[in-house]
């Protein structure tokens, strides 16, 4: 395949959109629906974040487009989310928020190359309980991470969110600011029960901002806002690129995982409904990565698609990626025409806003079904989640899938079996000097010493060993060695081994760590098992006929 062939996949084409007219009033009405919701998002996380309000509207706006235009999802929507925000924390306050435009842009350039290498479906990889613990992780995580705002004080930087949190409640509770919270939680409880096309997050933060406003209310406001967007080089040095290192490996971890994570969401909420056309996962990663170099090059935030925003846009009716175009065009109106009035928002009511979320980012439903599973689901699950909300988000993956990886294994182990079989065909004499082992599962190095010592025992007092190879479903080298080594042994003590039903993809192993070597001849490998039962029979009779001492001669 050529170059611009293989290229052309990533490009937006004509057959991005449905420009007929239901498809496109379906468009409208769900990205203006989607955008109302992701305003007081994309302000709450831009602050949470410490990047700070106008980051996170900068960042819905220009990363919003550009992944719509060029991502592999029909109805992702992409913006600032709650666990990029958790990651640039941290970041922000080792660095500055200065360091978030070059740590978007660096990432950004990373998950470009990842999708360009044709990355995309490692996401599939990850295991079930990982990603439940991860979500549940990055929940906690923001719920305390509002707590200080939720009570009217600042949270210290660089503290735990636990320990922030922790310290807010203890350092005072301002009364104002707890009343904000508790009116918006209300309300965005409430009203959706009143009617299910009311964005209640706006509605919940309109009111209380009417509300401070009339009562002169003294609470942290959100500040002023720029009035356009232009795009600004953020500085680069070596030094930076190296202390950023490790930050941009992390954003880009997280925008790849949770934006495929997103999609793939998406596309089942799609199912058996208009047809919206496929997910392509390393379009994906391509159009994320643009967006967040975009976002960066504008002094936005890293981009991920944003699981809570899609859904709303899935359930609104969209068809195309016109709907998330839609809903950046309309933030970015807001920032025209209403800077003045969203400057007067306050920092608690954006903070019972993220409150609530985090708690519907979780389904108790799914945290039973995880538990319950398996002991080791439970386990995964668990890990996954505290590593998470104690330690780092990236390191929580990755203990996770070494978790789940353990048990697997250990699962796999035991499975492994090397049981002794019954001889086809009429009993003949001298078959009792005849093993057949049947192998079941995998050879491999977590299993092999074990499935050695069965077999060793099943060809205890006899003359012929037929391994049967068949239904091993997996073999490794060492594997493959131990197999090896347990024939010469066996060849060794004057026991003969046949091999039966040796697979094509396991002869070459065998072959090159010198298993089938330890066999006395070619013609002790047989496809059939009647094949190689008639060939032990004979060398049992032959053997009896000149009877070694201790065994019965033919009568």
Request: one cysteine or more.
């Amino acid at each position: 395949m050529s170059v611009l062939g293989s290229s052309r996949e990533f490009l937006p084409g004509r057959g991005d959109y449905d420009l007929r007219g239901p498809a496109v009033r379906a468009d409208l009405l769900a990205g203006i629906t989607v955008g109302v919701v992701a305003l007081p998002l994309a302000l709450a996380f831009g602050i949470s974040s410490g990047a700070g309000a106008a980051a996170g509207l900068v960042t819905a706006v220009v990363a919003g487009i550009v992944a719509a235009v060029f991502g592999g999802s029909p109805v992702q929507v992409s913006g600032p989310t709650g666990a990029m925000a958790v990651v640039l924390a941290p970041i922000v306050a080792a660095h500055g928020p200065s360091s978030v435009a070059l740590v978007s842009i660096l990432g950004g350039a990373v998950v470009l190359v990842a999708g360009a290498a044709r990355l995309g479906r490692l996401v599939g990889y990850l295991p079930w309980p990982v990603v439940e613990g991860f979500t549940l992780g990055i929940a906690c995580i923001i719920f305390l991470q509002q707590i200080p705002a939720a009570v009217g004080t600042t949270a210290a930087a660089g503290l735990n969110p636990l320990v922030g949190a922790v310290k807010a409640v203890a350092g005072g509770v301002t009364g104002w600011a707890v009343a904000a919270v508790a009116v918006v939680a209300v309300l965005m409880l409430v009203l959706p029960r009143l009617h299910r096309g009311l964005p209640a997050s706006l509605v919940a933060v309109a009111a209380v901002t009417v509300g401070a406003e009339v009562t002169h209310a003294p609470i942290p406001r959100i500040g002023a806002l720029p009035g356009t967007l232009a795009p600004s080089l953020p500085s680069v040095s070596f030094g930076a690129v190296h202390d950023l290192a490790g930050a941009v490996v992390a954003v880009a971890a997280l925008a790849a995982i949770e934006s495929l994570l997103s999609a793939r969401v998406a596309a089942t909420m799609t199912r058996g409904g208009p047809p919206v056309g496929p997910t392509r996962p390393d379009r994906e990663l391509v159009g994320q990565g643009l967006a967040s170099i975009a976002s960066g090059l504008f002094g936005g935030m890293p981009a991920t698609g944003a699981i809570a925003r899609t859904a709303v846009n899935v359930r609104s009716g969209a068809r195309t990626r016109l709907a998330a175009v839609v809903h950046a065009l309309v933030i970015l109106a807001v920032i025209y025409a209403a800077a003045g009035l969203v400057s007067r928002i306050p920092l608690s009511a954006l903070a019972g806003v993220l409150l609530v979320t985090s708690l519907r980012m979780v389904s108790l439903a799914t945290v039973r079904e995880v538990v319950r599973a398996s002991r080791s689901s439970a386990v995964t699950f668990a890990v996954t989640a505290i590593v998470t909300v104690a330690a780092d988000l990236i390191l929580a993956v990755e203990i996770g899938l070494l978790v789940a990886a353990f048990f697997a294994l250990r699962h796999l182990a035991r499975a492994a079996r090397a049981r002794r079989d019954d001889l086809p065909g009429p009993a003949t004499p001298g078959d009792e000097h005849i093993a057949v082992v049947r192998f079941e599962g995998a050879m491999f190095w977590g299993a092999s010493e074990r499935v050695v010592t069965d077999i060793a025992a099943a060809a205890d007092g006899v003359l012929v060993v037929i391994l049967r190879l068949s239904r091993l479903h997996l073999l490794d080298a060492t594997g493959a060695k131990a197999l090896g080594e347990a024939i010469e042994e066996l060849e060794a003590r004057g026991v003969t081994v046949l091999l039966k039903g040796v697979q094509d993809h396991h002869r070459h192993l065998l072959a090159t760590t010198g298993a089938l070597a330890k066999i006395r001849h070619d013609s002790h490998l047989f496809a059939s098992l009647d094949d190689a039962a008639a060939h032990a029979r004979s060398h049992v009779d032959r053997a009896r006929a000149a009877p070694a001492p201790g065994l019965p001669a033919k009568s």
